[in-house]
């Protein structure tokens, strides 16, 4: 007897292209960037509320800190709190940065099978290059698109419509792993096959849209979307 599907939406083409995003589906920096986010409120005196980190996460920088004052009302400029958070967010990086699990092994297999790849994010281009070049990961990536490529940030789908024109596939067979709702979003928005990969700061994230979501980069239904 057939198996029901595991995925929310069918696809009749097999999955061409592969695109991550960064922050938290790659890399644990999302755990990081709470750590800063805490310290900088701590200095003025807030918290850090589930609120704030779900309307900060997967935008762009310039986005995620015009949040975090409509929610707090601080007084101090966008760019002075992005400078200090950075600050912060590097003095803790280099103790704490590590690939998320099952990254390596998903890559090894996308090669495997000669897909292209790319990343997506919402963050800066130095910050991707730097965050990938401390794993060598730079030269594996068959595309790159940061916060500088797009006119509209998540959960505009701008930033993967552009993904797959570089690739060169069409969005619906254009495989996009996300770990945030914003980032979900902009991926179903641009037509394309959406996994989301939650982590415990996105685990409670609304991924209605999703075609499917993942139990971590190893999870078996998503492994079995690149092939053998």
């Known amino acids: 007897m057939n198996q029901p599907s595991p995925y929310r939406r069918p696809f009749s083409e097999r999955i061409k292209a592969v695109v991550f995003d960064l922050d938290g ?16 409120l701590r200095r003025r005196g807030l918290e850090l509320t589930r609120e704030i980190h779900v309307q900060m996460m997967g935008r762009r ?7 975090l004052v409509e929610l707090t009302g601080l007084t101090e400029s966008i760019e002075e709190l992005i400078a200090e958070s950075e600050e912060i967010f590097r003095e803790l990086l280099d103790d704490t940065l590590a690939p998320m699990p099952g990254l390596f092994e998903l890559l090894d297999r996308i ?25 060598d990961l730079l030269e594996r990536f068959d595309m790159l698109l940061t916060a500088e490529d797009v006119a509209h940030g998540k959960p505009h789908p701008e930033i993967y419509l552009t993904a797959a024109a570089r690739l ?17 979003r902009a991926a179903v928005a641009a037509n394309a ?21 993942a139990d971590g980069l190893h999870d078996p239904h998503l492994v079995g979307l690149i092939g053998q």
């Open 25 to 40: 589906l790659m890399f644990n920096t999302e755990e990081v960037f709470e750590m800063s986010g805490r310290e900088l």
């Open 61 to 67: 920088a310039k986005e995620s800190f015009t949040a």
């Open 111 to 135: 090669e495997r099978n000669r897909l292209p790849k790319g990343v997506a994010t919402s963050s800066s281009r130095p910050y991707l290059e730097d965050i990938l070049g401390r794993f």
């Open 168 to 184: 060169g596939v069409a969005p619906e067979s254009m495989l996009v792993l996300e770990d945030s709702e914003t980032g979900t």
């Open 193 to 213: 096959f959406a996994v989301s990969v939650p982590h415990r700061h996105s685990a409670a994230h609304d991924f209605a849209g999703a075609a499917y979501v």
